[in-house]
């Protein structure tokens, strides 16, 4: 048992430094001042040259090798440290602390680009960028598809072909279902004006709604919302437009979904390789399933009319009317924005650009020209301004290549995850008219989220749900909500 202890001791202050170092990602998105963005960046990079010795520190192997595992949780353990530690001594300590500078710096000179419309002033960073994650990624492929490589520090067990083949798959029906829709009427969108203050008094109460424990985190603003930490401490963010609420209000519930999920894993394993969501896919279909499936349902929209027309007044939308306002289809530029028709083709899109990127069939320079003739195929609109298009997203000033398509993959999850959540409460919409979601959450935390990775992601799916994956009950549920709210 030496051997076990000695590497679970080890690895713990692992996790314990690697969520300081995620608090400084946090602080420098909300409360950093904006002088500080090079020192910041070079604590980053000291900060990651520590955990990179930890992870590759030769002692690991000699543990894993002489590490005796009783319990399911100690071979996960055993397991997910093992894998860790044979993808970080693939790649030079040097490497690893300049990705961490750089992206930390970058990140600033994406937001400056961005607000400027000025796809020129970020694009030298992105190369160098680019070209990191490139020697990177060549490095852990091992002669193998680097692309592959990259997707597996966000959905391990997953490559390219197979999500190739699922977007495939998905794509003809998703494109049926929004060429009927373009001849539906649409009802008209909110007007009016909702203070910042009422936005986020009433986010706060959502995310309490849906079960988000403030003792344990809190909600700020960030450029682009995201939700950082596990275990106790969790932190969620979100954006304000004072003439659009529906943005604050779901982008705050999609961040509780991810979360809940990590202050609901078991605290037995905080600080553990357990103690995190297993995957990004995983994590998105915790995010995806509150937002939409949950959320965006007849009930909810319903009582969220309710406290919406308590917080600003009267609305310019009725109550039975909320649910099709709330789901409205149109064609759009931003991701983050998009109805669930359109989401995943969105995804597709930065899927096939990232995969040109590291298979040398597009390089950063031909960037937003690519980006700008892919949407004008698949979407029929041109894109009008950079901030619309190649500059709208956060995750390539990050380094985030091989993130996106978990994106799809989490709504291919919740989509699982709903069918078997109605098969097995069939008293949920009136839960969700009362605004009592709890029903759900406590089905969610039960089957999936108090396990954090005790399971690996296609598993811990599998697990919740008994049954296998499949594409099929998020298009079967796209299809029938917005047939049912459009006639079509």
Wanted: charged share 25%; aromatic share 8%; proline share 5%.
């Amino acid at each position: 048992m030496a051997a076990l202890d000695d590497l679970l001791k080890h690895h713990r202050t692992t996790e314990a430094l690697g969520q300081v170092m995620g608090r400084l990602g946090w602080d420098q998105e909300t409360m950093m001042p904006e002088g500080a963005a090079e020192q910041r960046g070079e604590e980053m990079a000291a900060l990651e040259s520590v955990l990179h010795n930890r992870r590759t520190d030769p002692r690991v192997g000699e543990w894993l090798a002489g590490a005796v595992a009783s319990s399911d949780a100690e071979k996960a353990q055993v397991r997910e440290i093992a894998r860790s530690h044979a993808r970080a001594v693939k790649v030079p300590g040097e490497l690893a602390a300049e990705l961490a500078r750089l992206t930390s710096v970058s990140q600033g000179i994406w937001a400056k680009a961005r607000a400027a419309d000025d796809v020129a002033a970020f694009l030298p960073t992105l190369k160098q960028v680019v070209a990191l994650r490139r020697e990177e990624a060549a490095a852990i492929a091992d002669g193998g598809d680097p692309y592959d490589a990259l997707l597996q520090d966000y959905e391990p067990g997953t490559t390219a072909g197979e999500i190739s083949d699922l977007f495939d798959r998905m794509r003809p029906r998703l494109v049926a279902l929004r060429d009927r829709l373009a001849g539906a009427t649409m009802p008209a969108p909110l007007t009016g004006f909702f203070p910042e203050a009422a936005q986020m008094d009433l986010s706060r109460e959502v995310a309490r709604t849906f079960g988000y424990d403030f003792n344990n985190g809190r909600l700020d603003l960030a450029v682009h919302p995201f939700s950082s930490g596990s275990g106790a401490d969790v932190r969620i963010t979100t954006r304000v437009d004072e003439g659009e609420p529906f943005g604050c209000l779901y982008s705050t519930i999609h961040e509780v979904g991810h979360a809940t999920y990590e202050q609901n894993i078991a605290p037995e394993f905080r600080l553990t390789a357990l103690g995190q969501g297993v995957s990004m896919g995983v994590h998105e279909s915790q995010s995806r399933i509150y937002e939409n499936q949950l959320a965006r349902s007849a009930g909810f929209t319903q009582y969220l009319h309710g406290r919406m027309a308590e917080h600003f007044g009267p609305l310019s939308a009725s109550a039975d009317d909320m649910e099709r306002v709330i789901n409205r289809v149109e064609t759009g530029y931003i991701r983050t924005e998009a109805d669930e028709v359109h989401y995943n083709l969105h995804i597709m899109l930065r899927f096939d650009l990232e995969r040109q990127l590291f298979g040398g069939a597009l390089e950063v320079e031909d960037l937003e020209e690519a980006w700008n003739a892919r949407f004008l195929k698949d979407f029929g609109i041109a894109v009008d301004h950079p901030s619309n298009g190649v500059l709208q997203d956060v995750h390539w000033s990050v380094g985030l290549f091989g993130y996106f398509p978990t994106y799809a993959l989490g709504n291919v999850y919740a989509g699982c995850l709903h069918a078997a959540l109605r098969r097995d409460l069939p008293d949920l919409d009136a839960s969700l008219a009362a605004g009592e979601p709890a029903p759900a959450l406590e089905w969610l935390r039960e089957r999936l989220q108090r396990h954090g990775g005790l399971r690996p992601p296609r598993e811990t799916i599998r697990h919740a749900t008994g049954a296998e994956i499949s594409e099929a009950p998020l298009l079967d549920y796209l299809d029938a909500k917005y047939g049912a709210l459009f006639g079509v």
